[in-house]
């Protein structure tokens, strides 16, 4: 029973101190997903535009979670999850998306994001299971998951003489 209770504590205080979570739904990549702590659960809003994807998700599904050292960046714990979905509207979703908006950054729509939230997006509690996955011996990276993204090009032979240039008029 004191296992159960310290990894209970584990999973909770490391959770609530990390600013992303990796979540892994039944098939396909773990991803990297921001989340707030809130009523023993790791709440996520997404699936909607301009919100982070939740793919593999599902209501009643299983997830695992791992959790990172906010300072080094290191695994602390990995555990898993069972995925609810709160529905639009009711008591548990406006809780969890009172304390979702207070942590959302950049949002376009500022004080009409939980209305968008409520018409486009999913919110999802992931409540943990009470099992804890042992810490892995050996690496687990992974290739990147496919993006439109790109990088930067290097720069043009000519600019660094252009800007050498204008150092030299001032």
Do not use: Y
Request: a positive charge; one cysteine or more.
């Amino acid at each position: 029973m004191t296992s159960e209770l310290l990894d209970q504590a584990l999973v909770e205080e490391a959770t609530k101190k990390s600013g992303l979570i990796w979540v892994r739904g039944p098939e396909g990549p773990a991803r990297a997903l921001w989340h707030v702590w809130h009523e023993g659960a790791a709440c996520l809003v997404g699936d909607g535009p301009g919100e982070q994807p939740l793919p593999g998700l599902t209501d009643g599904g299983a997830a695992e979670v791992t959790v990172r050292s906010k300072d080094k960046g290191g695994r602390l714990v990995s555990w898993t999850a069972k995925v609810v979905e709160l529905p639009s509207g009711s008591e548990a979703w406006a809780a969890a998306v009172a304390e979702l908006k207070g942590k959302r950054l950049n949002a376009p729509d500022g004080e009409a994001m939980p209305e968008r939230w409520g018409r486009e997006c999913r919110v999802l509690r992931l409540e943990p299971t009470g099992a804890t996955a042992p810490l892995p011996d050996g690496d687990l990276a992974g290739p990147p998951v496919p993006t439109s993204a790109t990088t930067r090009r290097p720069i043009p032979a000519a600019l660094p003489k252009l800007l050498l240039k204008r150092r030299r008029r001032k």
